[in-house]
């Protein structure tokens, strides 16, 4: 019985951490829409690996364009994907950054043909 409480109390914290992660998460995103430039480039570091998930997803490309379509990904998410992102509309920043990545991804490999 005493571990069966103990297991509950781990499990509340647990969450309780979970949500205390979501919140901050929350406000680092609205301070980023606000224009802080600092959270802003959390939010953008935080999505990092998605940008060279989908960079490293063209074989063919040497290192150096892939660090120039990384930058380019992330310029557009900084100039273009945050100030638009509109957490009212249902999407997650997840979703709505990985969509960015792509595009931005797909408008270097038109440019740069």
């Not at 009212?88 to 997840?94: A, D, E, I, K, P």
């Amino acid at each position: 019985m005493a571990s069966l409480v103990r297991r509950i109390r781990a499990d509340a914290k647990v969450e309780q951490r979970e949500e205390d992660r979501r919140e901050q998460h929350r406000a680092l995103l609205e301070a980023a829409r606000a224009g802080d430039r600092k959270a802003a480039g959390s939010v953008i570091q935080a999505v990092g690996g998605l940008i060279w998930q989908r960079v490293r997803s063209y074989p063919n490309l040497s290192q150096a364009d892939r660090e120039d379509m990384s930058a380019d990904v992330r310029l557009a998410l900084f100039s273009r994907a945050i100030p638009k992102w509109d957490p009212l509309r249902g999407t997650s920043w997840v979703s709505y950054a990985a969509w960015w990545i792509w595009a931005s991804c797909t408008r270097w490999l038109e440019d740069h043909a």
